[in-house]
């Protein structure tokens, strides 16, 4: 038996770490060792949670976001005090800009030497406060179990998020004795979950007033995994879904009902119908820039029912007609049994009969990109390659962009990107991360040459602890959103986008053990998606796409959606 498995006892701070991560269910961390968190490694290498060593600590932030966002429990990474702390930060603010449960632990120099410039000291607590849910800094040895099991109930609960726990050097190496909490209070923190059954009737009643509603599914649909409660609300009224970028995928992209992601690279037809709409459910959303365009004119004539676990987002960005405060799937749930002693509202009358032909219209009508390598038609080709189960991570840049548009998401919360930091690089961790918490199906990053550049070192943690991933690496040479928005308002003013084939990413991947492939032809394109999924080691697919490909339609900054730029 483990010593992590003992009862409570006196013990140092490092192994009282060890034995309240395992008491959270841990059981890999994702990090890098430094001098002052070699204490809580020399307890790690005798416990039996595994190590994933990263090449950077940013990358391992972004792992344990990948592994939270599937598992919906929180990743737990490692990192040394000073810049490793630092280098740590990028990945937390992407999890708090977007909702994902973490628990970073950093070392920190001796409690003494706190404030007094040591070497590798940084105030890791003040620079992380705004970029977090809650961060402690335990001064003595007793405190890291209730730290520790505060820090993960405040992760995963309400709207989830990261914790920081940063340990000083002799508080991880004192021995004290410990206590191992269950129930604790957090004095200010009270997560409100229960749906306020009056205003979920409110809403229902204002929705069945309505001429045409829709449903604007967020990324809080998809962290309450409210799917099958969305799907039966939206088929009971017969109302068209449309979703948020982060919402992607929370209700099947292959319903008669979806209409896809809105907002400045949405679908043609989900966002022409925003603008027609008179009374929008929205579900788990923050209604941010990207998504509605203009907040103004986004609520001219919408009547707004609003739904969110997080009480601070209502009216933020958006003024509401109702507000239905807590966990959205169990507010959903509510309204299902509303409306199952109600009758429903039938076909959807003439609303929907509109939706289905300005659907088809664009559909029919909407140009792609020429040539056999389009985004359209590569993007389409891996979405007929892979089962609906497979897990898809996305860099930041056009290619996210391009998945926004051509990718469709079939089985609910199989699809994951950066969406309100938008950190390049993200998509490749978070990819590694994401197949350690789902082992057993397949998980592609959707990549792009400049983002993939910035993390593609972890190429050596994949390949050397066995974590099979696929980069799906949209290759166009450029960084190609930049070049795309120097084409489009600076009158082609092209400066630092160039990539000039620089790296060979086939040598690349094969330079760390991992499997190479270039696609030119969208038949070699399946075949190495095929070869892709039967290896055992990760695999970059570079496919060289046209660099003056651009990301359409396209809703520029400050406008309406209404006001589409399309291809000609």
């Given at each position: 038996?483990?010593?992590?498995?003992?009862?409570?006892?006196?013990?140092i701070?490092?192994?009282?770490l060890?034995?309240?991560?395992?008491?959270?269910?841990?059981?890999?961390?994702?990090?890098?060792?430094?001098?002052?968190?070699?204490?809580?490694?020399d307890?790690?290498?005798?416990s039996d949670?595994?190590?994933?060593?990263?090449?950077?600590?940013?990358?391992?932030?972004?792992?344990?976001?990948?592994?939270?966002r599937?598992?919906?429990k929180?990743?737990?990474?490692f990192?040394?005090?000073?810049?490793?702390?630092?280098?740590?930060?990028?990945?937390?603010a992407?999890?708090?800009?977007d909702?994902?449960?973490?628990?970073?632990?950093?070392?920190?120099?001796?409690?003494?030497?706190?404030?007094?410039?040591a070497?590798?000291?940084?105030?890791?607590?003040?620079m992380?406060?705004?970029?977090?849910?809650?961060?402690f800094?335990?001064?003595?040895?007793?405190?890291?179990?209730?730290?520790?099991?505060?820090?993960?109930?405040?992760?995963?609960?309400?709207?989830?998020?990261?914790?920081?726990?940063?340990i000083?050097?002799?508080?991880?190496q004192?021995?004290?004795?410990?206590?191992?909490p269950d129930?604790?209070k957090?004095?200010?923190?009270?997560?409100?979950?229960?749906?306020?059954?009056?205003?979920?009737?409110k809403?229902?009643?204002?929705i069945?007033?309505?001429?045409?509603?829709i449903?604007?599914?967020?990324?809080?649909?998809?962290?309450?995994?409210?799917?099958?409660?969305?799907?039966?609300?939206?088929?009971?009224?017969?109302?068209?879904?449309?979703?948020t970028?982060?919402?992607?995928?929370?209700f099947?992209?292959?319903?008669p009902?979806?209409?896809g992601p809105?907002?400045?690279?949405?679908h043609?037809?989900?966002?022409?119908?925003?603008t027609?709409?008179?009374?929008?459910?929205?579900?788990g959303?923050?209604?941010?820039?990207r998504?509605?365009?203009?907040?103004?004119?986004?609520?001219?004539?919408?009547?707004?029912?609003?739904?969110?676990?997080?009480?601070?987002?209502?009216?933020?960005?958006?003024?509401t007609?109702v507000?239905?405060?807590?966990?959205?799937?169990?507010?959903?749930?509510?309204?299902?049994?509303?409306?199952?002693?109600r009758?429903?509202r039938?076909?959807?009358?003439e609303?929907?009969?509109?939706?289905?032909?300005?659907?088809?219209?664009?559909?029919?009508?909407?140009?792609?990109?020429p040539?056999?390598m389009?985004?359209?038609?590569?993007l389409?080709?891996l979405?007929?390659?892979?089962?609906?189960?497979a897990v898809?991570?996305?860099?930041?840049?056009?290619?996210?962009?391009?998945?926004?548009?051509f990718?469709?998401?079939?089985?609910?919360?199989?699809?994951f990107?950066?969406?309100?930091?938008?950190?390049?690089?993200?998509?490749?961790?978070?990819?590694?991360?994401?197949?350690?918490?789902?082992?057993?199906?397949?998980?592609?990053?959707?990549?792009?040459?400049?983002?993939?550049?910035?993390?593609?070192?972890?190429?050596?943690?994949?390949?050397?602890?066995?974590i099979?991933v696929?980069?799906?690496?949209?290759n166009?040479?450029?960084?190609?959103?930049?070049a795309?928005w120097?084409?489009?308002?600076?009158d082609r003013r092209?400066i630092?986008?160039d990539?000039?084939?620089?790296?060979?990413?086939?040598?690349?991947?094969?330079?760390?053990?991992?499997?190479g492939l270039?696609?030119?032809?969208l038949?070699?394109?399946?075949?190495?998606?095929?070869?892709?999924?039967s290896?055992?080691v990760?695999?970059?697919i570079?496919i060289?796409?046209?660099?003056?490909?651009?990301?359409?339609?396209?809703?520029?900054?400050?406008?309406?959606?209404k006001d589409?730029?399309?291809?000609?």
């Open positions: 038996m483990s010593r992590l498995d003992d009862g409570a006892g006196k013990m701070g490092a192994e009282a060890m034995r309240a991560l395992r008491k959270e269910g841990t059981r890999q961390v994702f990090g890098l060792p430094g001098g002052a968190n070699l204490p809580m490694y307890e790690l290498y005798k949670i595994r190590h994933i060593l990263v090449r950077h600590e940013q990358s391992a932030a972004h792992m344990a976001d990948g592994f939270g599937v598992s919906r929180p990743g737990v990474c990192a040394t005090s000073g810049p490793g702390a630092t280098n740590v930060l990028t990945g937390i992407t999890a708090q800009a909702s994902a449960p973490m628990v970073a632990v950093t070392g920190q120099v001796p409690v003494s030497m706190i404030g007094r410039d070497f590798q000291e940084s105030d890791i607590i003040g992380a406060n705004p970029v977090v849910k809650y961060a800094q335990p001064r003595s040895a007793a405190e890291i179990p209730g730290a520790v099991r505060k820090g993960f109930y405040i992760a995963e609960t309400g709207r989830p998020g990261p914790v920081l726990l940063d000083p050097k002799d508080v991880q004192n021995e004290a004795e410990m206590e191992f129930e604790f957090i004095r200010g923190y009270h997560p409100w979950t229960d749906p306020d059954i009056a205003s979920v009737e809403a229902l009643g204002m069945l007033s309505s001429q045409r509603p449903i604007l599914a967020g990324g809080g649909t998809i962290i309450s995994m409210a799917f099958s409660e969305l799907q039966a609300v939206a088929e009971a009224l017969m109302m068209p879904v449309v979703t970028f982060k919402g992607k995928g929370s099947p992209e292959n319903h009902l979806s209409l809105i907002g400045m690279h949405g043609a037809e989900a966002n022409r119908l925003m027609e709409a008179d009374c929008v459910l929205a579900v959303t923050r209604f941010s820039d998504s509605v365009g203009t907040f103004e004119e986004f609520e001219k004539r919408l009547k707004i029912i609003h739904m969110d676990v997080d009480p601070a987002e209502i009216g933020k960005n958006q003024r007609s507000a239905v405060v807590g966990d959205v799937r169990a507010s959903l749930r509510v309204m299902v049994k509303m409306l199952a002693s009758a429903a039938g076909d959807g009358g609303w929907l009969g509109h939706v289905r032909e300005v659907k088809r219209y664009w559909k029919e009508n909407l140009k792609i990109h040539g056999e389009s985004a359209a038609r590569i389409r080709k979405r007929s390659a892979l089962p609906p189960e898809v991570t996305t860099e930041v840049g056009q290619h996210q962009m391009w998945a926004s548009l990718y469709d998401v079939i089985q609910p919360g199989t699809f990107s950066s969406t309100g930091l938008g950190t390049m690089g993200w998509g490749f961790p978070a990819a590694i991360g994401a197949k350690v918490a789902r082992p057993g199906v397949p998980v592609v990053d959707i990549a792009g040459d400049g983002s993939f550049n910035m993390t593609e070192n972890s190429l050596a943690t994949s390949v050397l602890e066995d099979p696929i980069v799906f690496l949209v166009n040479f450029t960084l190609g959103m930049v795309q120097q084409r489009t308002f600076y092209m630092g986008v990539q000039k084939h620089c790296p060979d990413y086939v040598k690349l991947a094969r330079s760390y053990g991992a499997q270039r696609a030119q032809s038949d070699e394109l399946g075949a190495a998606v095929k070869e892709a999924l290896s055992e990760a695999t970059v570079d060289p796409i046209d660099p003056e490909e651009d990301v359409l339609p396209f809703v520029a900054p400050g406008t309406p959606l589409m730029i399309l291809p000609s």
